[in-house]
């Protein structure tokens, strides 16, 4: 008698799903309720919508039609999200603070 095959278990986690599977800003990694509802106040609304986008002008955007400067760490969630989205494995948002940090002291200084 044929042995049949043994299933595997069903992985659900963002870091094993196709990126197609990623329905809502919500299954984002590092993207929680308020970082989804800034996203949606910048016209984003599906996760696919993040491919090619910079993260630090979604910043700079979201500042200017708040009218208020955000956390810098918002940056590094949202760089998180769009290389997530353009198919980066999973890290944690602070994994960008170091490369945030350098960017903005480029721009500062007019080297970017």
Known sequence: ??????????????AS?????VAKLEDIPNIGPASAGDLR???????????GRDPYKLYDE???ITGQRHDPCVID?????????EGAPEAPWWEYTAERKRVLTE??????
């Open 107 to 112: 721009r500062e200084s007019g080297r970017h």
């Open 1 to 14: 008698m044929p042995r049949k095959p043994s299933r595997k278990p069903i992985v659900t986690s963002a």
């Open 41 to 51: 106040q910048l016209g984003i609304t599906q996760p696919a919508e993040l491919r």
């Open 17 to 21: 799903r196709s990126r197609t599977d």
């Open 62 to 64: 979201l500042c200017r």
């Open 77 to 85: 969630a949202f760089i998180s999200a769009v290389r997530y989205m």
